[in-house]
């Protein structure tokens, strides 16, 4: 495995070389640079330093002590417990309900709400063979609904209107109405999202999971989100319970740190990865390719 880490751990220690073995120092030495390359992924502060103290226990036993190469070993104990961290596997979505199934999302407004709730659709019908209805809750930006009516469109889904002049409460109600009555596999209902946390609007999203029931409360969050993401996750993991989360724009610069402050936080697994604009642009989660890409 050749990164830019292993590299700089590699120097280090180089220049611990003529010791008979290294020290505990010398591993803190080489967890600062791991703690540097998580901040630069931008993996928030308090993560990143019970992420440090983790591995710093294991570091300190007999593997990385007495290794022959302590500097790629204390690389591998990261990227195993970076990936543990941000788990393992394969989760897709939980359809195990009675029919129709609800999923819910949740997240910022231009997180990638509506653009994930069209790939999920198309995902849905063309991997698990369903049968897709999507509708808007957004009822303060009228755009919102006809944007989520196009992509739906594009998906091959059913989209369900709504008006501005509604409640979300009164929508939910006749959106799961009309897909009981027409036979849905699957509900998915886009939210609104504000540019930040907004009390009346967590509100409403709480009252929207307690009508809707929902099998999967996903949350969306933009990778280039950096060390925010932290806040915008406790948030709304304090407002509902989460099942999954959705990482987009993953196809951007960033390093993804935002995957680790997440998941960190809100304890849910990371199930998909936006990847492009585009409707067939999202892919299942790679957890261990994703550490990969944070160590840079
Ligand atoms: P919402 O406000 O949360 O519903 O966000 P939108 O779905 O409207 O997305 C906001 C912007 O992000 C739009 O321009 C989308 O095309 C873009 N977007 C969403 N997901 C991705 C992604 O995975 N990659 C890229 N490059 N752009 C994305």
């Known amino acids: 495995m050749a990164s830019a880490l292993t590299d700089k751990l590699t120097r280090l220690v180089k220049e611990m070389r003529g010791q008979a073995r290294i020290t505990e120092s010398n591993v803190t030495d080489m967890l600062r640079e791991v703690r540097m390359a998580l901040l630069e992924a931008d993996v928030a502060l308090p993560v990143v330093r019970d992420f440090i103290?983790?591995?710093?226990?294991?570091?300190?036993?007999?593997?990385?002590?007495?290794?022959?190469?302590?500097?790629?070993?204390?690389?591998?104990?990261?990227?195993?417990?970076?990936?543990?961290?941000?788990?393992?596997?394969?989760?897709?979505?939980?359809?195990?309900?009675?029919?129709?199934?609800?999923?819910?999302?949740?997240?910022?407004?231009?997180?990638?709400?509506?653009?994930?709730?069209?790939?999920?659709?198309?995902?849905?019908?063309?991997?698990?063979?369903?049968?897709?209805?999507?509708?808007?809750?957004?009822?303060?930006?009228?755009?919102?609904?006809?944007?989520?009516?196009?992509?739906?469109?594009?998906?091959?889904?059913?989209w369900f209107p709504s008006t501005p002049e509604q409640k979300p409460h009164d929508i939910a109600v006749a959106a799961l109405d009309y897909a009981k009555k027409h036979y849905f596999d699957v509900l998915l209902v886009d939210t609104a999202g504000r540019l930040a946390i907004d009390e009346a609007l967590m509100q409403e999203i709480k009252d929207l999971h307690a009508t809707l029931n929902p099998v999967e409360t996903l949350f969306v969050v933009d990778a280039m989100q950096g060390q925010d993401a932290i806040n915008t996750a406790k948030a709304f993991k304090e407002a509902l319970p989460l099942t999954g989360i959705v990482l987009t724009k993953l196809d951007g610069d960033s390093r993804g740190g935002a995957a680790l402050s997440v998941r960190q936080i809100t304890g849910a697994p990371i199930k998909f990865?936006?990847?492009?604009?585009?409707?067939?642009?999202?892919?299942?989660?790679?957890?261990?390719?994703?550490?990969?890409?944070?160590?840079?």
């Open 273 to 296: 990865a936006g990847v492009s604009e585009k409707i067939d642009g999202l892919e299942v989660f790679d957890a261990e390719r994703h550490a990969g890409r944070i160590l840079g």
């Open 53 to 158: 103290a983790r591995v710093k226990e294991k570091a300190l036993g007999q593997e990385v002590l007495g290794s022959l190469k302590p500097g790629q070993t204390l690389v591998s104990i990261v990227n195993r417990e970076l990936a543990a961290t941000m788990g393992e596997g394969v989760a897709d979505i939980n359809l195990a309900a009675q029919p129709p199934a609800v999923i819910l999302m949740a997240g910022l407004q231009g997180a990638g709400k509506t653009t994930t709730t069209a790939k999920l659709a198309k995902h849905l019908i063309e991997k698990r063979k369903k049968k897709v209805l999507t509708v808007s809750g957004d009822v303060y930006r009228p755009a919102a609904i006809e944007q989520l009516k196009t992509v739906t469109k594009q998906a091959g889904a059913e």
